[in-house]
């Protein structure tokens, strides 16, 4: 065989080879002609001197991933659906550190709201407290320290946005409880629809119920679900 032929056949290989691999990202959604979230992305600019200085701490909460439980993406999503529906009441349920509680914030001081934020762990509403402290918010937030399944009975107030992200099977209980409390055209927005896996009695819940219209987002990520309740 000569070396020309076993050139030609080499690169008609090489061919095939990148072909099958293009075709293989075009189905999995990664056409390289087609932009990516991560190559549009820019950092969220202040508008001011408040939104200035929460989103430094949440910069600085950014550099110790102990202290996040939520990506960046997440956090600013949470702010655009909190400010976009004009939401006056959040209900967090799963604190931590304050993190994402810090983003529903950026959202509701443009709205005049509050957030109510459920942790049951005291170390970490400690470490909230001081953090929502540090960015200017505390007075928006009521943190409630105890086990939310019995704390959120007490809760009378209708809910605008209800986030998610505490224990994952959990979440059916929390859905089931606090439904009635939000208001027609709110949201259920719950962390972790991908990894760790949810709970299918969630899923089910929010995707067969005739009131509510469930869309998820980020599932190459955490995962999120986003659940309007119908007017």
Known sequence: MTRLRIGLI???IVGLVTVVALAQRAVGGQHPARNTADSLQ???LPKNDAEKRILDVLDDLSRDRRRMYISPEDGRLLRVLTESIGAKHVVELG???????IWLCLGLQ???GK???YEIDPEFAA?????????GVDKMVVLIEGDAHQEVT????????????ADKRGYIDYLNKLLPLVRPGGLIVAHNMVQPPPDPRYVEAITTNPVLETVFLRMDGAGVGVTLKKH
């Open 42 to 44: 820019r950092p969220p």
């Open 154 to 165: 007490k809760l009378k107030e209708p809910i605008d946005l209800l986030f998610l992200d």
């Open 10 to 12: 080499t690169l008609s």
């Open 115 to 117: 957030l109510t934020t």
């Open 110 to 112: 443009c709205t005049c």
């Open 127 to 135: 470490q909230a407290h001081e953090n929502f402290k540090r960015a």
């Open 95 to 101: 604190t931590m550190h304050g993190y994402s509680g």
